[in-house]
């Protein structure tokens, strides 16, 4: 796939785009980062790891797929969720 197509199916600048390629940029956000693997058709987690979800230890491949399904919307509240809770626990 081209960086243009990559661009216009996922809202994400081409130079943002190309940022993230070159290394010249932090890796994506998680919202800019479901965007891209939903395009490219695979999971957050090989596009960070390189590891598929089905390397990830059993109980947790459940939940990876139901988070792979979620909107930005969802994902963002499950994101805020998650943080809380660490926040909570930590203090």
């Known amino acids: 796939m081209q960086i243009k197509d990559l661009s216009a199916q996922t809202g994400?600048?081409?130079n943002t785009?190309?940022?993230?390629?070159?290394g010249q940029k932090s890796l994506p956000n998680?919202?800019?980062?479901?965007?891209?693997?939903?395009?490219?058709?695979?999971?957050?987690e090989?596009?960070?790891?390189?590891?598929k979800s089905a390397d990830a230890p059993s109980r947790?491949?459940?939940?990876y797929d139901a988070i792979e399904r979620l909107d930005d919307k969802d994902f963002s509240?499950?994101?805020?969720?998650v943080?809380?809770?660490l926040h909570h626990y930590k203090d």
Request: charged share 20%; no cysteine.
């Open 30 to 44: 998680a919202e800019n980062a479901i965007k891209i693997a939903k395009v490219l058709n695979t999971s957050v």
């Open 17 to 22: 785009i190309d940022n993230y390629l070159s």
């Open 60 to 63: 947790y491949k459940k939940l």
């Open 77 to 81: 509240a499950v994101v805020f969720l």
């Open 12 to 14: 994400i600048s081409k």
């Open 83 to 85: 943080t809380t809770m």
């Open 46 to 51: 090989f596009l960070v790891t390189g590891k």
